[in-house]
Structure formats: structure tokens, C-alpha cells
């Protein structure tokens, strides 16, 4: 055999007489490397591969560590195969099916008449410990199906008899780790020693092969990570996860629900429609600093309109259909066929673009009952979107201009950590590959002027176009979609949209469509679980709790409501015959921003004293300098109180 070339991360060679494994080479550079090896990532290939895989002339390679976070997915898989021993050992009656990686961990499948107790996770958990220790190798074993399925059968594991026949292939592959093996394709681990964290978290029904007219099994979600330490971060996160969960706080703090009657459909209470509305009008006063103008389009259109869009072929399973006059109709579940419309109502001349048109009407999309989650999945909702129809010419400008925009907006809002996703062609779209061609360079081509990082995301754009996607990472370190904008060359073309250019000739438009907060539904919950729940004081729906120490001051109370509301502020006074300590607890529950603790001595004095969020005091201020201050704070949309950052204070 010729000599075969490994290209390495720094483009230095490995060159050998066969084709090595991943493990092969990182043995080639170093013992304490390949002592670390859990697998590869080769070429474009996204996902990480096992390290027992023969590797190519001239193949890239990049040699995947336990300090690298690509392993996590290894360790996940192995550790899946690890608890599914430990479930078998402890009752081998019990049957496997299968056992995935997911966000944060994995989960594993079984078949079983059994409940699985507390108690039982427990005995997994000790078991998992104990075989973790004996370091045992996993080994590939390449199987023909016919042998397969006899050695499965025999075990009486009709899950995995079924599993192979599905397949189709001529043979399987299953790994070993001491007498215990599982069907599986990889990637795995050198030895279970290299696990070093496991957790199980919880269990739950499912049906196999996700079909309720199936066998009902038994799922336990786990996880693991390369240290103890990543796992306790990581359970604490969990626990904290459950405080911050904003369906809880929604409730707590009065500011949505829901009713069986409109499943998926949230409804805002007067405090969340407070949230609501001020980011609405937050944004609206920005729209116009950047040459946006608000338009209204219809809820419901022909389903002819969506032919035409493209939404019917490729999005009608996420819509809803009704029939008026004999003729079909749909729910419009995006703002974008409604723009194009608007925008060939009137014929533009160059001079007219950018044309850029924001639109905070309702959308409406299927969603299936099990993945609705509060407000971050919902059927119906309204998104803070916007298109921009330019010239081919003013589209790198359009796109600077939107990333300035969005960094202005989670700026003020405190999102501060985001990354930046290229989302390419899917599968399944609308167009030419010379028109994706064009968008896909066009946004790449942005970011780079801009100098923003980004990853690509392949498969995951829009069908009728590439996109940026935004993924905020918010204070639990949990990434979510937010901002995205789309670069669309296809809706033009099948809307026939065009303005006339300076040389007096017909031209094509670009539509992007863009969005900085997406769902405002789905940002609110977002949102709160950033914050806990405690929202600037722009966005609080009370902005002050006056709260009197007795009756006498009651009067006093309500003069200093009646006077900060004068002046666009949302107090409360809680005349509530409590005592005082009752009802700061009260408004601490409610996240109230600020408190005005109301005595005889502020009676007295015409004054108050000020209890801030973190149990700080600012005393003897007049009526006027507090509601300046407040009044300051939000028009400036300031996230936190400058109280907190400078100034005398005492405690209370």
C-alpha cells in the first residue's frame, strides 16, 4: 500500500503504511494524547466519529479530547450503554431498546412491567459507580445481520431483532465492554474509566418507536460530563432551572395564563401586558431611528397566496385551514407572503428602497400538544418582524445595519452573550443552487466585514432561504434562538417583484427577513428565567410599592401614588392591615424594583425613605427627587437601579 497521509489541525502530516484509526494517530503524536482520545472530527464532517475509525489518505483530522466539550457527546453515548448494563445486571428480565444523546445528557429505553422507583435509580446509580472503576474496553465487532439478529433473538431481545431487519443492512455493528454488548454504530469511548460523572435525573413513559399503539417502556434521562465538578455546576444549574422556570414565575407574579379552551394560546394579565407593550413600544421608538414604518396586513388569505409563497408545499403541516365561501383559506403563520403583496401594491422605483416594513400582527402555527412549554411554544403568538426590500447593491449595508441593531437592543435589555449561526439550504426548499449560492455568500459575506464570529449550521435555513441565526445565552448558560435574519432571493422571483433602477430598467428586489427579539411570547418566558424574574425597572409592571407603617400614613400613601402615576410611573400602595416586615416580603415576592417605606417621620417631613431590591436604604429624600430619579432611570430604560452602583446607603 502507497503512504497514507493524515492532515492534521495545524496542517503538519502523520504518514503511515496503512490506514490508521484516529487513535492510531493520536498515539503517532503522543502517549498522554491518545490516553485522552475519545474520537475525531474528519473533514467537514460534523459529527464527532469513533476512534476506531480507519482513516483516509489525505484525510483532515482534528483528535477529539475528555478536555474538549465534543467529547460530551461520546462520554453521553458510552455512559447510555453503561446504565443500560447496570439496569440488565440488577434485573435481567428487563429488555433494551434504545438509547440516544439529547440536549444535556442522554436517555435510555427499556422494556420492563416495572415501574422505576427512586429506590431503583439509586441501586442504577451504585451499580453504574462500580463498573465505571474496572475501566473495562469497549471493542467493535462488526457483525452480519443474519448473525446479529440469531444472537439478539436468543437473548430474547425482540427490540433489537426488530431494529436490525428495519435496517436493512448487510451487517451491524455492536460494542463490548466485558460480557455485556449492545447494537450500536458508535462513537464510544476506549473504557469506561473514562467516564468520569454520571447522573440519573428522572424517569418517564414512552412508547417504542414513539407510536402510542406500541409496546409502553420505561425511560430514564440521565447525564454526564468529564468531571464531578462540570456535574455539580450542571445539577445546581438544575435545581436553580426550577426556580427561575417562567411557567412558575408567570404564576407567582400574575402575569399569564392559560385555559384548556385555547390550548397553546397564552393569556396576558393586565401586569404582562404591561411587559408586553413596553417592549412593543421600545421597539417602535427604535423602528423609527432606523428608518422602519409599521404597517397592519390581514390575519387570514387564500390559500392560493401560499402556493405562491411557497408555504403550502413546504410549511402546510405548521398551519391551519378553514373554508369560507367555498373557497380554502389558511391562518397566516408568517408576516412575509402579506409583505410581498403590500409591496406590489404600489410600483417602487429605486428611489424607494430600502423599503422596510414592520408588521406585530398575530401569527398562527400548529404546534403538537406534547411539545407546547409555556409561553416558549405556543400556537399562537406575535413576533417583533420586519422585512426589508433592497437592491442587490444595499444588501451587505441592510445586513451591518440589522446586526447594529439587534447588539443596541440586547444591549439594553442585558443579553449580553450571543453567538452567531450560518443555517445553509435545507433538504427541503424552494429555488435554484445558484440562487442559494448568492444568499449563502451574502450573509457569509457580512459577517465577515462585520468580524463576527460564526458558526455554520448546515441544513438548517429557511426553505426559501439562508439565515443568521442569533442564539442567546442566558444566565444558566442555556442557548436560545432568538434574532435571525433570512436573505430570500426566492419570494421576489415567485411574486414577480421588481422596482425600476436609475438606468430606467426593471430589477429583481432582495427580501431579508429579519427579527431581533423573535416571539414575544416566547422572549417574555425567555426572559424571565434570565432574570429570575426580576425585569429592569422599565419593563415592571409595579414600578414602586408604597407601603405605610400604620393607618396614619395611609393618606400620605395615597397621595404619593396619585403623584407618581401623574407623572407616567405604575405605583401601588398596599393598604393591607399588615405589618411592615409582611409587606416588604410581599413586594420582594412581586419583584418590585423599589419600595417607599412610609412613616410618621417621612409624614412629618414630607419625604421618604427608599428600599431598594437588595435590602438597601436611601432615607430623607424628597417626593420630587425620588420621582426625578425613578422617572430618569426609565426614559433612559436603565437595566439596574444606579442606587445599586453608587452612593451612600444603609441598610434597612
Given at each position: 500500500?502507497?503512504?497514507?497521509r493524515i492532515i492534521l489541525p495545524d496542517n503538519s502530516t502523520r504518514e503511515f503504511n496503512h490506514e490508521p484509526t484516529v487513535l492510531e494517530v493520536a498515539?503517532?503524536?503522543?502517549?498522554?494524547?491518545?490516553?485522552?482520545?475519545?474520537?475525531?472530527?474528519?473533514?467537514?464532517?460534523?459529527?464527532?466519529?469513533?476512534?476506531?475509525?480507519?482513516?483516509?489518505?489525505?484525510?483532515?483530522?482534528?483528535?477529539?479530547?475528555?478536555?474538549?466539550?465534543?467529547?460530551?457527546?461520546?462520554?453521553?453515548?458510552?455512559?447510555?450503554?453503561?446504565?443500560?448494563?447496570?439496569?440488565?445486571?440488577?434485573?435481567?428480565?428487563?429488555?433494551?431498546?434504545?438509547?440516544?444523546?439529547?440536549?444535556?445528557?442522554?436517555?435510555?429505553?427499556?422494556?420492563?412491567?416495572?415501574?422505576?422507583?427512586?429506590?431503583?435509580?439509586?441501586?442504577?446509580?451504585?451499580?453504574?459507580?462500580?463498573?465505571?472503576?474496572?475501566?473495562?474496553?469497549?471493542?467493535?465487532?462488526?457483525?452480519?445481520?443474519?448473525?446479529?439478529?440469531?444472537?439478539?433473538?436468543?437473548?430474547?431481545?425482540?427490540?433489537?431483532?426488530?431494529?436490525?431487519?428495519?435496517?436493512?443492512?448487510?451487517?451491524?455493528?455492536?460494542?463490548?465492554?466485558?460480557?455485556?454488548?449492545?447494537?450500536?454504530?458508535?462513537?464510544?469511548?476506549q473504557h469506561l474509566g473514562q467516564i468520569k460523572a454520571v447522573k440519573l435525573l428522572s424517569v418517564a413513559g414512552a412508547y417504542w418507536r414513539g407510536d402510542?399503539?406500541?409496546?409502553?417502556?420505561q425511560r430514564i434521562y440521565a447525564t454526564a460530563f468529564n468531571d464531578k465538578k462540570d456535574l455539580k455546576e450542571y445539577l445546581d444549574n438544575l435545581e436553580?432551572?426550577?426556580?427561575?422556570?417562567?411557567?412558575?414565575?408567570?404564576?407567582?407574579?400574575?402575569?399569564?395564563?392559560?385555559?384548556?379552551?385555547?390550548?397553546?394560546?397564552?393569556?396576558?394579565?393586565?401586569?404582562?401586558?404591561?411587559?408586553?407593550?413596553?417592549?412593543?413600544?421600545?421597539?417602535?421608538?427604535?423602528?423609527?431611528?432606523?428608518?422602519?414604518?409599521?404597517?397592519?396586513?390581514?390575519?387570514?388569505?387564500?390559500?392560493?397566496?401560499?402556493?405562491?409563497?411557497?408555504?403550502?408545499?413546504?410549511?402546510?403541516?405548521?398551519?391551519?385551514?378553514?373554508?369560507?365561501?367555498?373557497?380554502?383559506?389558511?391562518?397566516?403563520?408568517?408576516?412575509?407572503?402579506?409583505?410581498?403583496?403590500?409591496?406590489?401594491?404600489?410600483?417602487?422605483?429605486?428611489?424607494?428602497?430600502?423599503?422596510?416594513?414592520?408588521?406585530?400582527?398575530?401569527?398562527?402555527?400548529?404546534?403538537?400538544?406534547?411539545?407546547?412549554?409555556?409561553?416558549?411554544?405556543?400556537?399562537?403568538?406575535?413576533?417583533?418582524?420586519?422585512?426589508?426590500?433592497?437592491?442587490?447593491?444595499?444588501?451587505?449595508?441592510?445586513?451591518?445595519?440589522?446586526?447594529?441593531?439587534?447588539?443596541?437592543?440586547?444591549?439594553?435589555?442585558?443579553?449580553?452573550?450571543?453567538?452567531?449561526?450560518?443555517?445553509?439550504?435545507?433538504?427541503?426548499?424552494?429555488?435554484?443552487?445558484?440562487?442559494?449560492?448568492?444568499?449563502?455568500?451574502?450573509?457569509?459575506?457580512?459577517?465577515?466585514?462585520?468580524?463576527?464570529?460564526?458558526?455554520?449550521?448546515?441544513?438548517?435555513?429557511?426553505?426559501?432561504?439562508?439565515?443568521?441565526?442569533?442564539?442567546?445565552?442566558?444566565?444558566?448558560?442555556?442557548?436560545?434562538?432568538?434574532?435571525?435574519?433570512?436573505?430570500?432571493?426566492?419570494?421576489?422571483?415567485?411574486?414577480?417583484?421588481?422596482?425600476?433602477?436609475?438606468?430606467?430598467?426593471?430589477?429583481?428586489?432582495?427580501?431579508?427577513?429579519?427579527?431581533?427579539?423573535?416571539?414575544?411570547?416566547?422572549?417574555?418566558?425567555?426572559?424571565?428565567?434570565?432574570?429570575?424574574?426580576?425585569?429592569?425597572?422599565?419593563?415592571?409592571?409595579?414600578?414602586?410599592?408604597?407601603?405605610?407603617?400604620?393607618?396614619?400614613?395611609?393618606?400620605?400613601?395615597?397621595?404619593?401614588?396619585?403623584?407618581?402615576?401623574?407623572?407616567?410611573?405604575?405605583?401601588?400602595?398596599?393598604?393591607?392591615?399588615?405589618?411592615?416586615?409582611?409587606?416588604?416580603?410581599?413586594?420582594?415576592?412581586?419583584?418590585?424594583?423599589?419600595?417607599?417605606?412610609?412613616?410618621?417621620?417621612?409624614?412629618?417631613?414630607?419625604?421618604?425613605?427608599?428600599?431598594?431590591?437588595?435590602?438597601?436604604?436611601?432615607?430623607?429624600?424628597?417626593?420630587?427627587?425620588?420621582?426625578?430619579?425613578?422617572?430618569?432611570?426609565?426614559?433612559?430604560?436603565?437595566?439596574?437601579?444606579?442606587?445599586?452602583?453608587?452612593?451612600?446607603?444603609?441598610?434597612?
Open positions: 500500500m502507497s503512504t497514507i498515539e503517532s503524536i503522543g502517549s498522554r494524547l491518545a490516553k485522552d482520545t475519545v474520537g475525531g472530527l474528519i473533514n467537514d464532517e460534523r459529527e464527532v466519529c469513533d476512534l476506531r475509525r480507519q482513516l483516509k489518505n489525505q484525510d483532515r483530522l482534528k483528535i477529539v479530547t475528555l478536555q474538549m466539550p465534543e467529547s460530551l457527546e461520546v462520554i453521553r453515548h458510552s455512559a447510555a450503554h453503561v446504565m443500560a448494563q447496570a439496569v440488565q445486571e440488577l434485573w435481567p428480565e428487563v429488555k433494551v431498546t434504545i438509547g440516544p444523546v439529547i440536549d444535556n445528557g442522554f436517555y435510555y429505553d427499556f422494556g420492563t412491567d416495572q415501574n422505576f422507583t427512586p429506590e431503583m435509580l439509586t441501586q442504577i446509580e451504585k451499580r453504574i459507580e462500580e463498573l465505571l472503576k474496572q475501566n473495562t474496553p469497549l471493542v467493535r465487532e462488526e457483525l452480519s445481520a443474519k448473525e446479529a439478529i440469531a444472537t439478539f433473538e436468543k437473548l430474547g431481545e425482540s427490540f433489537k431483532v426488530e431494529l436490525i431487519r428495519d435496517l436493512g443492512a448487510a451487517s451491524v455493528s455492536i460494542y463490548r465492554q466485558g460480557k455485556w454488548f449492545d447494537l450500536c454504530r458508535g462513537p464510544h469511548v402510542e399503539k406500541r409496546e409502553q417502556l436553580e432551572a426550577k426556580k427561575r422556570d417562567h411557567r412558575k414565575l408567570g404564576k407567582e407574579l400574575g402575569l399569564f395564563a392559560f385555559h384548556q379552551f385555547s390550548p397553546g394560546g397564552p393569556f396576558f394579565t393586565p401586569k404582562g401586558t404591561i411587559i408586553y407593550n413596553q417592549l412593543q413600544t421600545y421597539l417602535r421608538e427604535r423602528y423609527r431611528h432606523y428608518g422602519y414604518q409599521e404597517v397592519i396586513t390581514p390575519q387570514i388569505f387564500d390559500v392560493d397566496l401560499y402556493h405562491k409563497s411557497g408555504h403550502y408545499e413546504n410549511y402546510r403541516e405548521n398551519m391551519y385551514f378553514t373554508k369560507i365561501d367555498e373557497r380554502d383559506f389558511s391562518v397566516k403563520p408568517m408576516n412575509c407572503p402579506g409583505h410581498c403583496l403590500l409591496y406590489a401594491s404600489e410600483r417602487k422605483s429605486y428611489r424607494d428602497l430600502p423599503f422596510r416594513i414592520a408588521d406585530f400582527g398575530r401569527l398562527h402555527r400548529y404546534e403538537r400538544s406534547g411539545v407546547m412549554h409555556g409561553l416558549t411554544r405556543v400556537r399562537t403568538f406575535c413576533q417583533d418582524d420586519a422585512h426589508i426590500f433592497c437592491s442587490l447593491t444595499d444588501m451587505q449595508r441592510e445586513i451591518r445595519q440589522f446586526m447594529q441593531f439587534l447588539a443596541e437592543v440586547y444591549q439594553k435589555l442585558g443579553l449580553t452573550e450571543y453567538q452567531v449561526y450560518l443555517s445553509t439550504r435545507p433538504p427541503k426548499r424552494m429555488g435554484s443552487d445558484a440562487v442559494w449560492d448568492q444568499a449563502e455568500n451574502a450573509l457569509e459575506q457580512a459577517l465577515k466585514e462585520l468580524k463576527l464570529p460564526y458558526k455554520i449550521n448546515p441544513g438548517d435555513g429557511a426553505f426559501y432561504g439562508p439565515k443568521l441565526d442569533i442564539m442567546f445565552v442566558d444566565a444558566l448558560k442555556r442557548p436560545w434562538q432568538l434574532g435571525t435574519i433570512q436573505c430570500d432571493f426566492n419570494m421576489p422571483e415567485s411574486f414577480d417583484l421588481i422596482f425600476v433602477g436609475d438606468d430606467n430598467k426593471e430589477h429583481r428586489p432582495v427580501m431579508l427577513h429579519r427579527a431581533i427579539l423573535g416571539s414575544l411570547e416566547r422572549f417574555i418566558g425567555v426572559y424571565l428565567e434570565h432574570t429570575a424574574g426580576h425585569l429592569p425597572t422599565w419593563l415592571a409592571p409595579v414600578q414602586v410599592a408604597v407601603l405605610n407603617v400604620t393607618d396614619r400614613q395611609a393618606e400620605y400613601c395615597q397621595s404619593l401614588v396619585a403623584e407618581l402615576e401623574a407623572e407616567g410611573l405604575r405605583a401601588q400602595f398596599d393598604e393591607r392591615s399588615e405589618k411592615l416586615g409582611f409587606k416588604i416580603r410581599e413586594a420582594q415576592l412581586q419583584k418590585v424594583p423599589y419600595m417607599l417605606i412610609i412613616g410618621d417621620k417621612e409624614l412629618e417631613a414630607n419625604t421618604v425613605s427608599v428600599r431598594l431590591r437588595n435590602g438597601e436604604m436611601k432615607n430623607n429624600l424628597t417626593r420630587r427627587e425620588f420621582a426625578d430619579f425613578i422617572k430618569n432611570e426609565v426614559s433612559d430604560r436603565l437595566l439596574t437601579s444606579p442606587w445599586l452602583e453608587k452612593g451612600p446607603s444603609s441598610k434597612a
